[in-house]
Nanobody, 125 residues
């Protein structure tokens, strides 16, 4: 599957952005999906994930209550709505796909089979 992330940009602290990830290739409903991010000089970290049905989600503590992950299987897309952005949210954001038959929510990088190219989010103070 090929993943294409978009929607990044420059935003002031307190603002909002919506990231999108378009998937092509295998049937989208076969994948749990996740978002990760990598800030300058830091390791990539988990942000949020959603099960293949969309019925279950999981968030990193640092974004809980501010970010919302969702998916539209008819459009082969997953989204990350980011509200109340903070300067520490500045990073390259990656979407990832976990080929699975179970309706679980993968939290670890090692579970994911495919990765998008990343989209840069910059939050100014």
């Amino acid at each position: 599957v090929q993943l294409q992330a978009s929607g990044g940009g420059l935003v002031q602290a307190g603002g909002s952005l919506r990231l999108s990830c378009a998937a092509s290739g295998r049937p989208f409903g076969s994948y749990a999906m996740g978002w990760f991010r990598q800030a300058p000089g830091k390791e990539r970290e988990f942000v949020a994930a959603i099960s293949l049905s969309g019925g279950s989600t999981y968030y990193a503590d640092s974004v809980k209550g501010r970010f919302t992950i969702s998916r539209d299987n008819a459009k082969n897309a997953v989204y990350l709505q980011m509200n109340s952005l903070k300067p520490e949210d500045t990073a390259v954001y990656y979407c990832a796909a976990d080929l699975t038959y179970s309706d679980h929510v993968p939290r670890f990088e090692s579970r994911y089979d495919y990765w998008g190219q990343g989209t840069l989010v910059t939050v100014s103070s």
